[in-house]
């Protein structure tokens, strides 16, 4: 990442940073600074195993000073197969719109996908037919079909 | 489903049933009755909301009497986006190979769906491009690409 930039986990200061980089993804609706603040204690609270430690929630903020520039988060799933294997998926990848142009995604993919990779068997995400390249890029490669049902 | 079918969550004693089911879609590996056990307890532990209390995994067999004929896994996601949104992700469908051919993994896919859905604002899963067609039946359209990373 550029000069000034840097990564941590969410922390529930981040309200408006988050929702306003997330505004440039998505429908983020109505969200209250106590729903923003019981999100982040139940992520940083719940975890996949106990022995080792590891939590089901990694949501991160890449910040230029203390202005959220960009957020993603990976999350743990604890399965049967591939012998009590755990899988990470990548979620909700925003870049606020003063950032973009600055490999800020690239980052965020970076960190969370090793960070994933310490624990989990694969990490997966889904995404637009036009981002494949970039996650190519980021060393992912096509698996399958997301579908949807709302 | 048919005659001397039935649907309920995965308990502690479906070890050997639910494994060999697993064992017709993927690589199970090495799974002990005790690490079974535990990741049972698990999924019938973590909450994603107290109130209204929802679980966060939702694995379910298909018994035909007593032998399990398929088993699928609802979990959910909680999120930021969409006002605090709950996403539903369906993993790990599996049909043993006696009961192929009758429509469980149908209702198992059904049953998962109207649980995700009445908590979820949409349910989403990753299949190959050979299983659109059946998805679609179900209810479901084409979202996104699945990348993956191991």
Known sequence: MGTGYSI?????QDYEGVLQALSALTTVGSVSRTQ????????NHVKVSSEPEILQ????VVLHGEEVAATGMLFIERKLIHGCGLV????D????????????????????TNLGLRHCYKVI??????????????????????????
Not at 8 to 12: K, L
Not at 57 to 60: E, I, K, L
Request: with cysteine; aromatic share 10%.
């Open 125 to 150: 995400l889904d995404c637009d037919e036009r981002n494949v390249r970039f996650y190519e890029k980021c060393g992912y490669s096509r698996a399958g079909v997301e579908m949807q049902r709302r």
């Open 36 to 43: 923003f603040e019981e999100t982040v204690d139940h992520w």
């Open 8 to 12: 941590r986990r969410v922390e529930r």
């Open 93 to 112: 990848i925003a870049v606020s719109l003063h950032h973009q142009g600055k490999q800020l995604g690239r980052a965020l993919i970076d960190h969370l």
């Open 57 to 60: 929630y990694h949501p991160y």
């Open 88 to 91: 990470g998926h990548i979620e």
